[in-house]
């Protein structure tokens, strides 16, 4: 029978089991591979390693000298070149700010920031906020409203709070405040959770976690 014969067009685009099956892994593969993985292309392991870059951090107070390949995050460094391992790595993209620590007084994600970008900086983690055994005001908040309960994301928690109390002191608004030339001097509820959005708890202690914020900063809980 010839093929283009009316009775022969069914079978053209007669749709299979095994092509429903081929189609939806193919999908599946490309939804799941890093988009970076296919913009880039394969890899090519004769492509030499950059050199590496010698740094000058300042952290916690103490001078750091490294030697780093440059493709190394600030979190990194840290953990797993100078043990401090009080910043955690958790989802690694930025989304739920365990990694938070203060460079030069600003709260930062440490996992989106390369080491060799903060050369001769100020890098404060949750190691260096006590004064050998007395507590900072907000780790002394957390513990007194117990506001950590797996306490994976609590130190990432007490650093962006840290750095958030600074932000209002300076007068700098955030989303919901309601009038921008005369920004609140009190936080309230709303001001607090919104400010600290970037710190996500898996455990759901966001009202502990607001009372303790509200106790260091004295204003009642």
């Not at 690694?92 to 930062?108: F, K, M, P, S």
Request: hydrophobic share 35%; aromatic share 2%.
């Amino acid at each position: 029978m010839d093929e283009h014969e009316p009775n022969a067009e069914p079978n053209a685009f007669e749709v299979t089991r095994r092509t429903v099956i081929e189609t939806g892994a193919t999908a599946l593969l490309l939804t799941t591979l890093p988009r970076a993985a296919l913009a880039a292309g394969e890899a090519d392991d004769n492509e030499p390693l950059p050199p590496p870059v010698k740094v000058e951090l300042q952290i916690n107070a103490q001078p750091h000298s490294l030697t780093l390949d440059p493709r190394t995050t600030l979190l990194d460094a840290l953990r797993e070149h100078l043990a401090l391992t009080g910043s955690k790595k958790g989802c690694d993209h930025g989304q739920c700010g365990a990694c938070t620590v203060l460079i030069d007084g600003r709260r930062i994600n440490s996992c989106l920031t390369l080491a060799a970008m903060h050369d001769g900086h100020s890098i404060t983690t949750i190691e260096g906020l006590a004064r050998g055994d007395d507590l900072h005001p907000l780790q002394a908040a957390f513990v007194e409203h117990d506001g950590f309960q797996c306490g994976y994301c609590t130190s990432g928690q007490i650093c962006s709070a840290v750095g958030m109390l600074a932000e209002s002191r300076l007068g700098m608004p955030s989303y919901v405040t309601e009038d921008l030339t005369h920004p609140p001097t009190e936080l309230n509820d709303a001001e607090i959770r919104e400010r600290m959005s970037g710190n996500i708890c898996r455990c759901a202690a966001y009202p502990n976690i607001v009372a303790a914020i509200k106790q260091a900063a004295g204003m009642p809980t």
